[in-house]
C-alpha cells in the first residue's frame, strides 16, 4: 500500500508536537485552512509553525528537500500556484520520517524562497529551543 501525502504531512505535525512537547513547551495541531499547521507556546508566547515533511532527495544526494511553498489553486487563472507562506508564520518545523526527527527554523534565518535542503546532522543543528530564542529577540 502506497503511503498517502497528506496522512504522511499529519504525521509529521504529529511527530513535530511531540518533538516539541518532549523539549518542555506546549504544543498543539491546529485544525481548519490556516497557513500554519502547530503552536507552540514558551512563556504564554505563542509561535506559529508551519510543518513540512520530506522523504524526497535529489538525485544522488544525501540531503532531504522540503518545498518552501504551499501549491494552491487559482480558480481564476485555472491552474495551481505556489504560494509563499510570508508574515504568517514564524518558523518551520521540518520532519524526516526516515531519521525520526525535526529541525525547527524560525522564517528570519530562511534565506531561500522555494526549497531547502537538510543533511541528517542538521536535525540535531537547529532545535526548538534554537528556533524560539531567536525568534525572541525579535518581540518588542
Not at 126 to 132: D, E, F, P, Q, V
Request: aromatic share 12%; proline share 1%.
Amino acid at each position: 500500500m502506497q503511503k498517502n501525502a497528506i496522512k504522511i504531512g499529519q504525521a509529521g505535525e504529529h511527530l513535530a508536537c511531540y518533538h516539541a512537547i518532549m523539549e518542555g513547551y506546549d504544543a498543539h495541531k491546529v485544525s481548519g485552512q490556516r497557513k500554519f499547521d502547530i503552536l507552540v507556546e514558551d512563556k504564554n508566547l505563542l509561535f506559529r509553525v508551519q510543518v513540512k515533511t520530506s522523504q524526497y532527495r535529489d538525485k544522488g544526494k544525501e540531503n532531504l528537500t522540503f518545498q518552501l511553498r504551499r501549491r494552491t489553486m487559482n480558480y481564476k487563472k485555472k491552474k495551481c500556484v505556489d504560494v509563499k507562506y510570508g508574515s504568517e508564520i514564524d518558523m518551520y518545523a521540518f520532519v524526516s520520517p526516515e531519521y525520526m526527527k525535526v529541525a525547527w527554523i524560525p522564517t528570519v534565518n530562511i534565506v531561500n524562497s522555494y526549497k531547502i535542503n537538510l543533511k541528517e546532522k542538521d536535525f540535531t543543528k537547529y532545535t526548538i529551543k534554537s528556533a524560539l530564542e531567536t525568534l525572541k529577540r525579535f518581540i518588542v
